[in-house]
């Protein structure tokens, strides 16, 4: 079945530093989504990219679209602590109509 | 503000036991979602829901039942529960279509013992 995962599972960064959260697709995407899930919270939705090779910003966070459609990046710039939290994004094919979602990225920044 | 509510935020059960988990949605949106959230694993999806009394599977359905009998109101169902059924439940709510973004209840965590 389709799938979705996401690389690192895990990140630690020094306050700072860049931060980066790949997403990669079995399946080619109609669109894609990113949600940010602060600890003990629940997932809340940043942004959507639908077009092959968009990149969108968001102050320090850049989002960006595969020319293929197949992946996705989340670059964070100057990671602050309120960065913290785990990062998903979910993939959304014409095919199966839903959203997969991928696997998370956990970010931790150490002040 | 969407808001979506969920009828717990802790849940301990025993094994065996049928086990109601309730989705609660103010924004009169056409899709509800109930997801699981493992360590590792993200966000995987139970059932989803694009109408009253519509249903679908997701990729994990096997020990859940759902049921949607109002627009605002989606409850999952573990007929038996059993240990591998511990985890986070989260249902989410959007509008019709495939652009729309999910809203997420604050989530159940379910201990089955």
């Known amino acids: 079945g389709q799938q979705v995962m996401q690389i690192p599972q895990y990140q630690h960064v020094q306050e700072g530093e860049d931060f980066t959260t790949y997403c990669n697709s079995s399946t080619t995407l109609s669109n894609i989504q990113w949600y940010k899930q602060r600890p003990g919270g629940h997932p809340v939705f940043l942004i959507q990219?639908?077009?092959?090779?968009e990149v969108k910003k968001q102050k320090r966070l850049t989002f960006q679209f595969g020319e293929a459609k197949k992946n996705s990046s989340l670059h964070i710039t100057a990671t602050q602590t309120t960065d913290v939290g785990t990062y998903f994004c979910a993939g959304f094919t014409s095919g199966t109509y839903k959203y997969i979602f991928g696997t998370g990225t956990r970010l931790k920044v150490l002040a | 503000d969407v808001k979506v509510t969920q009828s717990s935020r802790y849940l301990v059960k025993r094994t065996g036991e049928k086990v109601f988990l309730e989705c609660v949605q103010d924004m009169d949106h056409e899709n509800m979602f109930w997801y699981r959230q493992d360590p590792g694993l993200g966000l995987r999806l139970i059932y989803f829901s694009y109408d009253v009394k519509m249903k679908e599977k997701g990729d994990i359905p096997e020990g859940y039942s759902v049921s949607r009998e109002k627009k605002e109101r989606f409850s999952l169902i573990l007929e038996s529960a059993s240990t591998n059924q511990t985890s986070m439940y989260l249902c989410?709510?959007?509008?019709?279509?495939?652009?729309?973004?999910?809203?997420f209840g604050p989530g159940t965590r379910l201990t089955v013992t």
């Open positions: 989410a709510s959007s509008s019709l279509g495939a652009t729309y973004e999910q809203y």
């Open positions: 990219l639908v077009k092959s090779g």
